[in-house]
């Protein structure tokens, strides 16, 4: 992981340098993440906007990429993505590294393609708790059809 962090640093020291290694840089990205991932992550780059969130005061921050239609996005905190494929492929698997939303975040900054929004430390909060719960819950089908249905039980559990 910090050799994939350094490798995506390099890729600004590249871009900036007009590029001789930036083949280099891409083929190191190939060799760690596997084609599909940087694939993924080249098409979100080229067409979706990833968006870092901070908070004004406790600079607290996490990323929104724009998912596929719909008004859908991932939400990445690092080392997370709330996609299902993060979910499936990456903690399942100890030699996937990220998936491509992770590594559109690490190549977005270094390739100049990364929004920022500042946001209240309240406001944020309220945004990030949305941005975790909402893109989880509809992995779930169960839960997404009977958001409440367990609830009775539980509180007549309650003394
Ligand atoms: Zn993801």
Known sequence: MELLKSVCANVRRDADADA????????ALHHLCGQST???AAEILDRKMVTRLVARRSRREYFLVE????GKSHTCVPGFC???SFCLSVAAKPDLLVCKHELAVLLAEPLGKLHNNELEDDEWA????HAMTMPMMEY???LAASPVKDAP???ALMP
């Open 126 to 129: 309220k945004a990030f708790s």
């Open 153 to 155: 039980a539980q509180l």
């Open 82 to 84: 709330t996609c299902k």
């Open 140 to 142: 779930d089908p169960h």
């Open 38 to 40: 940087l694939d993924g």
């Open 67 to 70: 998912g596929n239609g719909r």
């Open 20 to 27: 001789p290694l930036w083949s280099e840089s891409w083929s």
